[in-house]
């Protein structure tokens, strides 16, 4: 079976090439060889390589930036996922496509969890753009599965834990480090994530899946299992999504529940924290030296 995907350079596309290649072919052009935006392109390489799945992994995914970047936001969380969806129609091939815990406003009540079949009532300009691209795969392709995960970290690209410990490094044993205490959500892996994805691809799912980690925490809670792991003494200060006042709304409630995964037999997500210690056991050592670096 031939994988084409695109956004290989990016944190949950570098662990899906390294996962999926193991148990099948994948073909990981870059943007300057595929671009997504562009129809001529996406059809001429998909003609090229005759892929049986496309798997997605490019987007837009910076929160704050997508209020202002309303153009490229559009082209490439909207337009891209649309030219995959019609692509894949044209040359009869399943589109694997990410979507996010942010199509959801959030609004439920803690701990209740938001399934599948919820209705999609994003807060955000990134959140529209991610129902957007739902709704632009489910229109156009006509074999697909949608994956909406949250809370993502991985070995490469930028993430909640590197931000933490660069921060945390950087704070004076008298300073306190602010962390959100009232946004909740289930930290996920990405390498934990790209064998689910391998795990949906083998059995032929079709249709919108949830897939995070077991369990829920807030990222207040996130932070001080993180620090406490790698033995990190900083003074956490808990404050409010309202306190830090950035540009984009954020969800309140982010807890997503894999029902359809468990439904199936197919989940193979464990409890948050488990896949953190696991991940902190192997990348921690790394991790503080790059954090200690950006912050010389």
Same mark, same amino acid.
């Given at each position: 079976?031939?994988? +084409?995907?695109?956004? &290989?350079?990016?944190?949950?596309?570098?662990?899906? @090439?390294? *996962?999926?290649?193991?148990? $099948? =072919?994948?073909?990981?052009?870059?943007?300057?060889?595929?671009?997504?935006?562009?129809?001529?392109?996406?059809?001429?390489?998909?003609?090229?390589?005759?892929?049986?799945?496309?798997?997605?992994?490019?987007?837009?995914?910076?929160?704050?930036?997508?209020?202002?970047?309303?153009?490229?936001?559009?082209?490439?969380?909207?337009?891209?996922?649309?030219?995959?969806?019609?692509?894949?129609?044209?040359?009869?091939?399943? +589109?694997?496509?990410? &979507?996010?815990?942010?199509?959801?406003?959030?609004? @439920?009540? *803690?701990?209740?969890?938001? $399934? =599948?079949?919820?209705?999609?009532?994003?807060?955000?300009?990134?959140?529209?753009?991610?129902?957007?691209?739902?709704?632009?795969?489910?229109?156009?392709?006509?074999?697909?599965?949608?994956?909406?995960?949250?809370?993502?970290?991985?070995?490469?690209?930028?993430?909640?834990?590197?931000?933490?410990?660069?921060?945390?490094?950087?704070?004076?044993?008298?300073?306190?480090?602010?962390?959100?205490?009232?946004?909740?959500?289930?930290?996920?892996?990405?390498?934990?994530?790209?064998?689910?994805?391998?795990?949906?691809?083998?059995?032929?799912?079709?249709?919108?899946?949830?897939?995070?980690?077991?369990?829920?925490?807030?990222?207040?809670?996130?932070?001080?299992?993180?620090?406490?792991?790698?033995?990190?003494?900083?003074?956490?200060?808990?404050?409010?999504?309202?306190?830090?006042?950035?540009?984009?709304?954020?969800?309140?409630?982010?807890?997503?529940?894999?029902?359809?995964?468990?439904?199936?037999?197919?989940?193979?997500?464990?409890?948050?924290?488990?896949?953190?210690?696991?991940?902190?056991?192997?990348?921690?050592?790394?991790?503080?030296?790059?954090?200690?670096?950006?912050?010389?």
């Amino acid at each position: 079976m031939k994988i +084409l995907l695109l956004g &290989s350079k990016g944190m949950l596309g570098s662990d899906c @090439k390294k *996962v999926l290649g193991q148990q $099948f =072919e994948v073909i990981a052009p870059d943007k300057k060889e595929l671009d997504i935006v562009s129809w001529d392109r996406v059809t001429e390489r998909l003609q090229h390589y005759k892929p049986n799945i496309i798997v997605n992994c490019a987007a837009f995914t910076d929160v704050d930036g997508s209020e202002k970047e309303s153009f490229l936001v559009r082209k490439v969380n909207v337009e891209g996922p649309r030219n995959l969806a019609q692509g894949s129609a044209r040359f009869n091939c399943k +589109l694997v496509h990410i &979507s996010s815990d942010y199509v959801f406003g959030g609004r @439920k009540t *803690v701990p209740q969890p938001y $399934f =599948e079949d919820d209705s999609m009532d994003p807060i955000s300009a990134y959140g529209t753009s991610k129902m957007q691209s739902e709704i632009a795969v489910k229109e156009n392709a006509p074999d697909y599965i949608i994956i909406r995960t949250g809370w993502l970290y991985g070995s490469e690209g930028g993430n909640f834990i590197k931000s933490l410990l660069a921060n945390a490094l950087r704070t004076r044993k008298k300073q306190s480090l602010k962390v959100v205490n009232d946004q909740y959500g289930s930290p996920t892996w990405t390498y934990r994530l790209a064998h689910q994805i391998g795990e949906l691809i083998k059995n032929g799912a079709r249709g919108t899946y949830h897939a995070t980690s077991e369990g829920y925490c807030s990222r207040y809670e996130f932070a001080r299992h993180i620090l406490e792991k790698l033995k990190i003494k900083v003074n956490l200060e808990p404050c409010s999504l309202e306190d830090l006042s950035q540009p984009a709304r954020r969800p309140v409630n982010c807890i997503l529940e894999n029902r359809l995964l468990k439904k199936q037999g197919l989940s193979i997500m464990p409890d948050w924290k488990e896949d953190v210690d696991i991940f902190l056991d192997y990348y921690g050592e790394k991790l503080l030296k790059e954090a200690k670096a950006r912050n010389s």
